[in-house]
């Protein structure tokens, strides 16, 4: 799959998750095999640009390219002008957010609110677009509600203006998560656009990606929620596509590496308070596969300082492993 000049061999993408997929677990993931990944949504109002949680955001250092930022927002101006800045940063991709289902988002007329005006949707597209020398993405939803799946037009708008690539996420806006993604939406949008096209919405594995893939002619896959839990999964996806050995769920030895290897990059990458906070989450998602005990779960997620985090970990995974090698 190609986007503008670059060239995605395996195409399995990490989604932008805001709060998760920061630049620690996109880097870990693109290690463990995903084929791309883009970074969580930058607001793109200027006054927001020096919150310590936008300067975290817009750090690509280190990181392996083409580096994707996301912007989102409303204003077609400060839009484009988000994507000058962003691009001046260090970024090779723009992707728009008309996705993000979140209220706080909404009511500003962001994200996925967008779809109910085209006008402002073309606006939006259009003005990016032609603001920055390089390709802009769009990732977006099937429509607002179920009166309103106008992803075909929101498409066609998109191809009209220059956009280089849409990921489409079976959802309406007033779906949130609730019940299955739908992919017929993508089938419609893949006859109506000849954009490369990216599928979004409940992909937890190589047999479901190749069932989207082959219902709706997309180029490629996105995982969002799935990887949460199993950063290797867009790794493993991508190597059963390709007819790779599936490298199977990493043993308890190799999780707690896995798991280390984010935990002491997050401590490197916010300092140790921050880091610490924003280990806690993926360590209670990363474990709820070892089933923890509440009692144990409650001391490894309390601590207060990065060698005691690291340190429960080992003693954590010390315990299961020698429970697995004696089984
Ligand atoms: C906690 C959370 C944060 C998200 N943040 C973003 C975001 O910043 N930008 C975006 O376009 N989508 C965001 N999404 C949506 C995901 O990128 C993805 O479209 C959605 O989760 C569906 O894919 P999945 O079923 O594989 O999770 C977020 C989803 C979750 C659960």
């Known amino acids: 799959m190609r986007i503008g000049p670059y060239r995605f061999d395996d195409p399995v993408f990490l989604a932008p998750m805001a709060g998760i997929t920061d630049k620690p677990f996109r880097m870990l993931c693109r290690t463990l095999g995903a084929g791309h990944a883009i970074s969580e949504m930058v607001g793109s109002r200027p006054e927001l640009r020096d919150s310590a949680k936008s300067r975290s955001r817009i750090d690509h250092r280190g990181e392996r390219g083409p580096v994707h930022v996301q912007i989102a927002g409303s204003d077609p101006d400060q839009m484009a002008d988000a994507a000058r800045y962003n691009v001046d940063l260090g970024a090779d991709l723009i992707d728009i957010n008309m996705g993000c289902p979140a209220k706080k988002v909404c009511s500003k007329l962001a994200g996925s609110s967008l779809l109910r005006d085209e006008a402002l949707v073309a606006a939006i597209l259009e003005r990016v677009a032609h603001a920055v020398s390089v390709p802009v993405t769009l990732k977006t939803r099937t429509g607002w509600d179920a009166d309103c799946r106008n992803i075909v037009s929101v498409g066609r708008i998109a191809e009209s203006v220059g956009i280089a690539a849409i990921t489409l ?32 919405g409940d992909i937890r594995s190589a047999g479901e990606a190749r069932a989207v893939l082959a219902q709706t002619g997309a180029d490629a896959v996105m995982i969002g929620r799935a990887a949460r839990s199993r950063p290797w999964l867009p790794g493993r996806i991508a190597a059963v596509l390709a007819g790779r050995d599936d ?32 280990a806690r989450k993926h360590i209670g998602w990363q474990l709820e596969a070892f089933a923890p005990g509440a009692e144990e779960r409650r001391i490894i997620l309390k601590a207060a300082h990065a060698r005691e985090q690291l340190a429960l970990l080992d003693e954590f995974f010390e315990r299961r492993i020698q429970l697995s090698q004696a089984a």
């Open 247 to 278: 490298p199977g769920e990493p043993e308890p030895i190799r999780k707690r590496d896995i798991l280390r290897r984010l935990v002491a990059a997050q401590h490197a990458f916010y300092g140790e308070e921050r880091g610490v906070r924003m």
């Open 169 to 200: 996420h079976g959802r309406t806006r007033n779906d949130f998560y609730h019940g299955s993604a739908e992919h017929d939406s993508l089938r419609r949008l893949r006859d109506a656009v000849s954009l490369p096209l990216v599928a979004n």
